[in-house]
């Protein structure tokens, strides 16, 4: 079965330090990759998605995530997080074409930014 | 535009007791989902609607149950609720196609005694 890693499940953040959270999947096939984000109290939002073409992504709010199809990763970036980016990231593959359309999430990782 | 709607937004159940949780959209999609969300745990499938009139079993389905009532509502059912069903459910929606996003609901948070 696929399965996505993320290895940091905390980060804590001074404003202005850059991020890089990682992610990482298992399948060996086409995917589709996605960033959500889940602002405190709130629903997922999509941040940024992946599916074919330029493997650096660009989403909202000036995150971007860069694919890496040998490594099987898609890292997210931010150069400079403001304090409202904390949150709770997420990192979901889809199979390329799978029936349903059935994402599988990574694990989350907790973002606080110390103003 | 609503997107996903989600009802009711908070549930307090004894162990042994049913509950249906509701789910529309209004963005005329195709693919209806439900997950749970636990800690450290992330999303978890539980039941997902490809279509109209079909539904699949995901990643964690025992002791759930579901009905694709028509396109707008996907509605999830705890027939006889346990403990280790408190968590916070979220219905999802999204076009058909491997590279669209899914939308998400506010959630239900459900607590069980």
């Known amino acids: 079965a696929q399965s996505v890693s993320q290895h940091n499940h905390h980060v804590i953040l001074s404003e202005a330090a850059s991020l890089e959270l990682g992610c990482n999947y298992s399948y060996g096939g086409t995917v589709n990759l996605f960033w959500y984000v889940q602002y405190p109290g709130q629903h997922l939002q999509l941040l940024l998605k992946?599916?074919?073409?330029?493997?650096l992504v660009k989403g909202i709010k000036g995150f971007e995530a860069e694919f890496i199809k040998s490594k099987f990763s898609f890292n997210l970036r931010k150069p400079s997080v403001q304090w409202s980016d904390t949150a709770e990231y997420f990192c979901a593959v889809k199979q390329g074409a799978n029936a349903g359309n059935m994402l599988t999430f990574g694990g989350g990782t907790r973002l606080m930014v110390k103003p | 535009n609503a997107g996903v709607t989600q009802t009711p937004k908070f549930q307090v159940l004894k162990t042994g007791q049913s509950m249906t949780l509701q789910c529309a959209q209004d963005?005329?999609?195709?693919?209806m989902y439900w997950y749970r969300q636990d800690p450290g745990m992330g999303l978890r499938l539980i039941y997902y609607?490809?279509?109209?009139?079909?539904?699949d079993k995901g990643e964690v389905p025992n002791g759930y149950n579901v009905s694709r009532l028509n396109k707008r509502e996907f509605s999830l059912r705890l027939e006889s609720a346990a403990p280790s069903q408190t968590s916070v459910y979220f219905c999802a929606s999204s076009r058909q196609g491997s590279n669209q996003p899914q939308h998400f609901g506010d959630g239900t948070r459900l607590s069980i005694l």
């Open positions: 609607s490809a279509s109209e009139g079909t539904t």
């Open positions: 963005m005329n999609h195709n693919s």
């Open positions: 992946y599916f074919s073409g330029d493997p």
